[in-house]
Nanobody, 123 residues
């Protein structure tokens, strides 16, 4: 059974950077598309970015385009989210989630989720 664990969250000042990791166990990630989602207090969960199983297709929410970069290393069974020029509005719990093959920013398309990692952007 596929399991996902996020790491790399923390407290960062506005304009700073963080790199989130989504590590998989139980199964190889090479057949799975991975999405990154986030949920801020009092807000609905939103899709941030996704990557398909081969890494050849990526999507970004408009709010993070040109600041966030998603990548994957199937040999390491991991997916990453590089977050640059962070803003206070990026503060949220970030989750990675898996679905077979395709990239999707719809949370209902994903059936395996990690436990989340907190990202706080504050001065």
């Amino acid at each position: 059974q596929l399991q996902l664990v996020e790491s790399g969250g923390g407290l960062v000042q506005p304009g700073g950077s963080l790199r989130l990791s989504c590590a998989a166990s139980g199964r190889t990630l090479e057949y799975y598309g991975i999405g990154w989602f986030r949920q801020a207090p009092g807000k609905e969960r939103e899709g941030v970015s996704c990557i398909n199983s081969s890494g050849g297709v990526t999507y970004y929410a408009d709010s993070v385009k040109d600041r966030f970069t998603i990548s994957r290393d199937n040999a390491k069974n991991a997916v990453y989210l590089q977050m640059n020029n962070l803003k206070p509005d990026d503060t949220a719990v970030y989750y990675c989630a898996a679905r077979l093959y395709y990239c999707s920013l719809a949370d209902s398309d994903h059936n395996t989720w990690g436990q989340g990692t907190q990202v706080t952007v504050s001065s």
